[in-house]
C-alpha cells in the first residue's frame, strides 16, 4: 500500500492512527521528474499538538544546483537559506497562507506545511541541508482532522499531490540559477568583508547608498520611498576589495569610542539599529547588505527588572545603601542604572569587543553627570560612576570599543576619539569641533578629560613609588556557575522558543526583550536547546563563557542539527550568536554563581 492509499484508508479514523505513516515514503514528483524522499519522522499525537516533523529529499543532480555553490560552508548556508525562502514561497502560492476550508482565518492560520520564514538577515538553519548526494528540507505538516478523526483523502492530496507539486516548484530545475549564485555571491562577500574589520582596526562599515531606514517601527523591511541613503564623511572613507571582484565603499566606524550626535529626529538611532543588526548580512534589496558589524558587537540598553546572578558591577556602582557588594550584585530586581551596568559587564564577559549604546534606551544617570550634579551630591554620596568616566578605561583595559549616540549632552566631548554629526540623515565629521568646545570649557589645569580626572577617591590609593600604579577597573573574575543551577525547576516541561523574545524553561520565563540582536524565533528556539545542553554539560569548574564557547564549537563541528534533542528532523532552528546564548542564561532566574 502507497502513502495515499494508506491516508486514504485511514480516513473517519481516531486522529492517532496517524501514526501509521511514520517512516519512509517515496512520492512521484510531478511531469516525470523523477523521485522525493519522504521521511515521516514524528506524528502530532492529536490537532493541537505541535505540527508533525517530516523531511523530504531530493538528489542533487536533481537540483541542478552547481557544485562550487556548495564547497564551503558559507556557500552551503546561504543556498539552504535561498532554498528555504524559495520553498516558503512555494508553500503560499500552492495553499495560500491559510488552511483550505476555513477563509475566516486565513490571516491567521499558518499554512499546513511550514519550513520556516527567514526574515531580512541570511542566518544558518536546520530548514534546508545538504548532503554529498542529497538535498533535504525539513518541513512541519499539520496533519488534516475533523474534530479528532483523521480527513484521510484530505491528507492523502496534501502529502502525496500538492507536497510534491511544492517540492518541484522549490528545488528541482529549473531553479533560477542566477538569483541563487548571486544570493551565496554576496554572502561570502559580506562574510569576508566582516572578516576584514578587526584587521582594518574597524568596528562597522556603513556603504555608501546603503538604505538604513525602515518601512515603520514594527517592520524590518526597508522604506520604500523619502529615504536618503548613506554618505559616508570623507575623512572616515574607506573601501573594500571582495572575493567576487566586487569592491565597496562607505564609512569605517574605527575602534575606540564613536560618539554619533545631531538633532532629534535626524537618524542617529536608525545609523545605530543599522551597525547593530550588522552583525548578521542581509538579503539583496534589504539597503543594509552593505552594513556589517564585527560578529561579537553587542548592543547595551537599560533593562529594569531583570535579574543578575553575582555580576561585579562594581567599575560603574559601589557603596549602594542596602550595602549590597557590587563585586557580586545580585538581584532580582535591578534598575535602570544597574541593569544597564550589568549587561554591559556581561557583554564584555561574553567576549564583546563592541558595545553599541543609545541615548534613547539607556539610564541618563549611568551614562552622565552634570558638574553641578558633581557640586551638590558629593562623589561619596553617589554610588555611580558615570559610563562617560569608564569608557575610556574600557578601551584602554580590555581592548572594548564603543559607539554611542548621545544627541542630548556633550560629556562624550572629551573623551570620543570620532565624533559624527548627523544633519537630515547625513553623516559629518564634527571631530575637531567637539575637541574644541571640550577644551573651552575644561576647567583649567586639566588635560580636556575633566571627567575622567575628577575622581580621586577612585583612584588607586597614593602608591610609596612616584608613579601610582593605575587600578584596572574591568578585571572581574569570570563567573562560573553553580552545577545544577540550569537546570529547570520542573523538568517535566522542555525549553522552548515562545516568540522571538521569550524562552519557556521549565516553569520559568526567561524574558529576551531587551536583547535585541536576537532577530528570529528559530534562533530563540535553539537558545533553549542549548540552555539544556549547558545544563547537562556544566562542570563544577566550567566557567560560563567556556560552557557557552563549547557549545558554539559542536554547532561550528557538528552543525546545528546537533543542538536538537531530536534525532531526524531537528525542529526549526537557526544559529545563535555566544552573546545571546549567555544573555539567556544571565536572565535565568535560577542562575547561581559559585564563590
Ligand atoms: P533620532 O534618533 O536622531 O531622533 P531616528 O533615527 O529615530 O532619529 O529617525 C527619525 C525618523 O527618521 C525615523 O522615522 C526614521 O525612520 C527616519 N529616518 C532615519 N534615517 C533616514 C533616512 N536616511 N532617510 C529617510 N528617513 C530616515
Ligand atoms: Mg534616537
Redesign the pocket.
Known amino acids: 500500500m502507497d502513502l495515499a492509499q494508506l491516508l486514504t484508508s485511514l480516513d473517519g479514523r481516531g486522529y492517532g492512527d496517524y501514526k501509521r505513516i511514520r517512516g519512509t515514503h517515496t512520492l512521484p514528483l510531478p511531469g516525470n521528474s523523477g523521485d522525493t524522499a519522504l521521511e515521516v519522522d514524528r506524528v502530532q499525537v492529536d490537532p493541537f499538538a505541535p505540527p508533525s516533523l517530516m523531511r523530504v529529499r531530493v538528489d542533487r543532480a536533481q537540483t541542478g544546483i552547481p557544485a562550487d555553490l556548495l564547497a564551503d560552508r558559507a556557500g552551503r548556508i546561504a543556498a539552504g537559506d535561498f532554498l528555504t525562502r524559495s520553498f516558503s514561497r512555494a508553500v503560499s502560492s500552492r495553499l495560500g497562507s491559510g488552511s483550505t476550508s476555513s477563509r475566516r482565518a486565513d490571516r491567521d492560520t499558518p499554512p499546513p506545511i511550514v519550513i520556516g520564514s527567514p526574515g531580512q538577515q541570511v542566518l544558518e538553519r536546520t530548514s534546508v541541508v545538504f548532503t554529498d548526494a542529497e538535498v533535504e528540507a525539513r518541513i512541519t505538516v499539520a496533519l488534516p482532522a475533523a474534530g479528532r478523526r483523521i480527513k484521510g483523502r484530505r491528507a492523502a492530496s496534501l502529502l502525496c499531490e500538492e507536497l510534491p507539486q511544492i517540492v518541484a516548484d522549490a528545488l528541482i530545475a529549473p531553479l533560477d540559477l542566477d538569483a541563487l549564485r548571486a544570493h551565496v555571491t554576496l554572502y561570502r562577500d559580506q562574510l569576508d568583508l566582516r572578516e576584514q574589520l578587526t584587521a582594518r582596526g574597524l568596528v562597522s562599515f556603513v556603504a555608501d547608498g546603503a538604505?538604513?531606514?525602515?518601512r515603520s517601527g514594527d517592520s524590518d523591511l526597508p522604506?520604500t520611498d523619502?529615504?536618503?541613503?548613506?554618505r559616508s564623511p570623507d575623512v572616515l572613507r574607506t573601501s573594500f576589495d571582495l572575493p567576487s571582484g566586487r569592491s565597496v565603499e562607505g564609512m569605517g566606524v574605527p575602534e575606540g569610542i564613536t560618539v554619533i550626535i545631531?538633532?532629534?529626529?535626524?537618524?542617529?538611532?536608525?545609523?545605530l539599529r543599522a551597525i547593530e543588526r550588522g552583525v548578521y548580512p542581509h538579503v539583496a534589496g534589504d539597503g543594509r547588505e552593505w552594513v556589517l558589524t564585527r560578529p561579537d558587537a553587542v548592543s547595551i540598553r537599560a533593562e529594569d527588572g531583570r535579574s543578575t546572578a553575582s555580576v561585579d558591577i562594581s567599575p560603574f556602582i559601589n557603596d549602594l545603601p542596602s550595602g549590597a557588594d557590587t563585586r557580586t550584585f545580585t538581584t532580582t530586581n535591578a534598575s535602570g542604572s544597574t541593569s544597564q551596568a550589568a549587561n554591559l559587564i556581561e557583554a564584555v564577559e561574553a567576549g564583546a569587543s563592541a558595545l553599541l549604546i543609545d541615548e534613547?534606551t539607556s539610564a541618563t544617570n549611568f551614562m552622565i553627570r552634570d558638574e553641578r550634579m558633581r557640586r551638590l551630591i558629593p562623589a561619596h554620596r553617589e554610588p555611580i560612576t558615570p559610563f562617560v568616566d569608564r569608557v575610556r578605561a574600557l578601551h584602554d583595559e580590555r581592548g572594548v570599543s564603543t559607539v554611542l549616540?548621545a544627541?542630548g549632552s556633550g560629556a562624550f566631548f572629551d573623551v570620543a576619539d570620532h565624533v559624527i554629526a548627523?544633519d537630515a540623515?547625513v553623516p559629518d565629521d564634527v571631530t575637531e569641533q567637539a575637541r574644541a568646545i571640550a577644551r573651552e570649557e575644561a576647567p583649567a589645569g586639566s588635560d580636556g578629560r575633566p571627567h575622567s580626572q575628577a575622581q580621586p577617591h577612585l583612584q588607586a590609593q597614593p602608591h610609596p613609588s612616584a608613579q601610582p600604579l593605575p587600578q584596572p577597573h574591568f578585571a572581574a573574575a569570570p563567573r562560573v556557575p553553580e552545577a545544577g543551577s540550569l537546570r529547570p525547576a520542573d523538568k517535566r516541561k522542555f525549553a522552548r522558543a515562545r516568540g522571538r523574545a521569550a524562552i519557556q524553561y521549565g516553569r520559568d520565563d526567561i524574558d529576551l526583550t531587551a536583547v535585541l540582536q536576537l532577530v528570529d524565533t528559530a534562533q530563540t528556539q535553539a537558545i533553549a536547546h542549548a540552555l539544556e545542553r549547558l545544563a547537562d554539560s556544566l562542570d563544577a569548574h566550567a566557567t560560563l563563557t567556556d560552557a557557552v564557547a563549547a557549545i558554539d564549537r559542536m554547532i561550528a563541528e557538528g552543525g546545528l542539527d546537533a543542538l536538537s534533542p531530536h534525532t531526524g528532523h531537528p525542529g526549526h532552528l537557526a544559529r545563535p550568536r555566544p552573546q545571546e546564548i549567555a544573555a539567556a542564561v544571565n536572565r535565568y532566574r535560577g542562575l547561581r554563581i559559585r564563590g
Do not use: A, E
Open positions: 538604505l538604513l531606514p525602515r522604506l523619502g529615504g536618503v541613503p548613506f545631531g538633532g532629534g529626529y535626524h537618524g542617529k538611532s536608525t545609523l534613547d549616540v544627541g548627523l540623515y
